[in-house]
């Protein structure tokens, strides 16, 4: 693959070699095959997005994520805490913001009922919090919806820190944690 400096300067090709690689990682990870190559198509996802646009946010969620599965099926719960933390502190973005991430990683990681798992997803989970339901960085007209985001997750952390996996009501949150 290209490096940035090589990296195709035309931001139409970029956002599909984006979506390729993205596209790629998933395909791999839900067939269970190929991991070695999706591991690598991340890390390379990571490196060439450019760091200004919107969708920045987005792709370090998601492509942490992805890596932090990937150290899962390979036996590496070490990696996959570290990759849960780092899709965390990604910067957010427009999508994450309003409307939350997927936690389907800190699903997996809790459902091996381990402490250091449920440690790193309740830090993970205060991590999000950061761009999801920061009261700090909320627009006065979001304010309500972001503190009921805050009980939220304060409850799912009481849920995960009595061993438990969160299964939320909301259909919404239901389909975030499966």
Known sequence: ???????????????????????FVAACLEAGRNLDDAQVAARQLLAHTRTNGWNYGNVVYETHSALGRIALRKGDRATARQELRAAGRTPGSPQLNSFGPQFTLAREL?????????????????????????????????????????????????????????????PMDKNRWR
Do not use: C, H
């Open 110 to 170: 809790l459902e091996q009922g381990q402490l250091a798992d449920r440690d790193a997803v309740v830090a993970f989970l205060d991590d999000v919090m950061q761009f999801w339901a920061n009261l700090d960085k909320a627009p006065a007209y979001r304010r309500d919806g972001v503190l009921k985001q805050r009980q939220k997750i304060e409850t799912w952390k009481d849920d995960i820190r009595a061993g438990k996996i969160p299964s939320p009501t909301d």
């Open 1 to 23: 693959m290209p490096n940035r400096a090589t990296a195709p300067k035309d931001e139409t090709v970029q956002a599909a070699l984006e979506q390729a690689r993205q596209g």
